[in-house]
């Protein structure tokens, strides 16, 4: 396995590899996701057939990436408004489930919360968020969106229908839940959008953080619905069983799926780069995400039936959704290293290395035969935010800032390379 960059050889007919419209017809964009605009294409540096050293500014260090302003206060502020939100939610958990009912609540309610955040974990993997938005997230889910949630109520049940308790009821199950759940957790999706956006970009960020928010959410929920089935019920271990089974087996991904729907077009509106757009896509994303709530909560005498010729379906699209996305992410990630291949950084074989999971694993065992393995998992992370920088450059939007980052990248590649290979 090579780790020496290569000059890029000249193309045929005199069309160089530098050249900007050889490069954009013939391969710029490779599938549906991350589409290029003719007039927004930029080459990679090195194009010209500088050195490696040459397209480095002196200037540029290998440092560890700062957050941003907006990720700082993002975070600061979400641990602050999850810590106040705790005074309003613990205490109506523990009113409604009762110490002992809020504790078995508590545990039970990690078992489907686990499931969510392994899914998580997979979708991930490719080109994992940071850890701390994670946690801003599903201490969003778990803790700001439910007081959000408590909080919006009352004014919805000033329009609910009093004529009888059935279709109040059936008022705040079928409409107020689907309508003020999903706003709220949505909400920490366009925080996370507008503040954090140099790590929401896509759609596949999308679908991860609203996963995350969601399984916070479910957490929290279930631990009501769970320790209730202990408060209130006089056969509680029965009863906890059937809503165990209901909530944390037959529907632990129904948050997910909802607010996932939310995160997706979100993910593509972030595709632009543009505030406006992204709030846009907000208010966009909210109608599917209420729909699927509102159809999950409508529910009632033909349950089973329902749910299998129609939430079964539906889970089987959403996990076709997320393959397809990591095919494409995939496909996208091997086109823009590509790109720095014909630039001199990488050779055509770390590229398929860099862009494919059995690559990357047979790398990484590679240099792990030598002690390296850390370094090499780190050059392969490193590699995919790259691809995903130059992305952001060929937006049209914020170049000169995303440069600056790339060539800060392009030079942490090559102290990842030389460690690797040392």
């Not at 078995?104 to 489907?112: C, D, E």
Request: net charge positive; charged share 15%.
């Amino acid at each position: 396995m090579s780790m020496n960059p290569q000059q890029p050889a000249p193309g045929p007919s005199g069309n160089r590899p530098g050249d900007t419209q050889w490069q954009f017809h013939e391969q710029t964009n490779p599938s549906w996701m991350g589409h290029v605009r003719q007039q927004d294409y930029r080459p990679a540096p090195g194009h010209r057939g500088g050195s490696v050293a040459q397209v480095i500014p002196e200037l540029a260090t290998t440092v560890a990436a700062r957050p941003s302003s907006g990720v700082l206060s993002l975070v600061v502020g979400g641990i602050v408004l999850a810590f106040v939100s705790l005074f309003l939610v613990v205490p109506f958990l523990l009113a409604n489930t009762g110490v002992t009912g809020f504790a078995i609540g508590f545990v039970a309610s990690l078992i489907p919360l686990g499931a969510v955040l392994f899914a998580v974990h997979i979708i991930d993997r490719w080109e994992p968020e940071p850890k701390r938005l994670l946690l801003f997230a599903f201490t969003w889910g778990a803790a700001v969106s439910i007081a959000v949630t408590l909080l919006i109520q009352p004014v919805f049940a000033l329009a609910a229908p009093t004529s009888d308790e059935a279709s109040f009821r059936d008022f705040m199950t079928t409409v107020q839940a689907p309508v003020v759940e999903e706003f709220a957790k949505s909400l920490g999706l366009l925080l996370l959008l507008l503040l954090a956006r140099r790590h929401f970009d896509g759609p596949v960020d999308g679908v991860v953080f609203a996963f995350t928010i969601a399984g916070g959410f479910a957490f929290t929920e279930n631990i009501l619905y769970f320790g209730r089935a202990i408060a209130e019920s006089g056969t509680p271990g029965s009863d906890l069983a059937q809503i165990f089974f209901l909530r944390g087996v037959m529907s632990p991904f129904a948050h997910a799926i909802f607010t996932g729907t939310t995160g997706l077009i979100m993910g593509f509106a972030a595709r632009r780069w543009h505030s406006g757009v992204s709030v846009a896509g907000f208010a966009v994303g909210l109608i599917p995400a209420m729909v699927l709530h509102n159809r999950w909560n409508s529910m009632g005498q033909d349950f089973l039936a329902q749910y299998v010729l129609v939430q079964v379906p539906i889970f089987l699209l959403a996990v076709g959704c997320i393959v397809a996305l990591r095919v494409a992410e995939s496909r996208l990630t091997r086109q823009r290293l590509h790109e720095y291949a014909a630039a001199g950084w990488f050779t055509p074989a770390e590229v398929g290395m860099l862009a494919t999971a059995g690559g990357r694993r047979q790398a990484v065992r590679w240099a792990s035969a030598y002690n390296r393995g850390p370094q090499m998992k780190a050059f392969v992370k490193a590699a995919t935010q790259l691809a995903f920088i130059r992305q952001r450059i060929l937006s049209g939007r914020d170049v000169q800032s995303h440069q600056q980052e790339e060539l800060q990248q392009l030079h942490h590649l090559m102290a990842l390379r030389a460690a690797v290979g040392h």
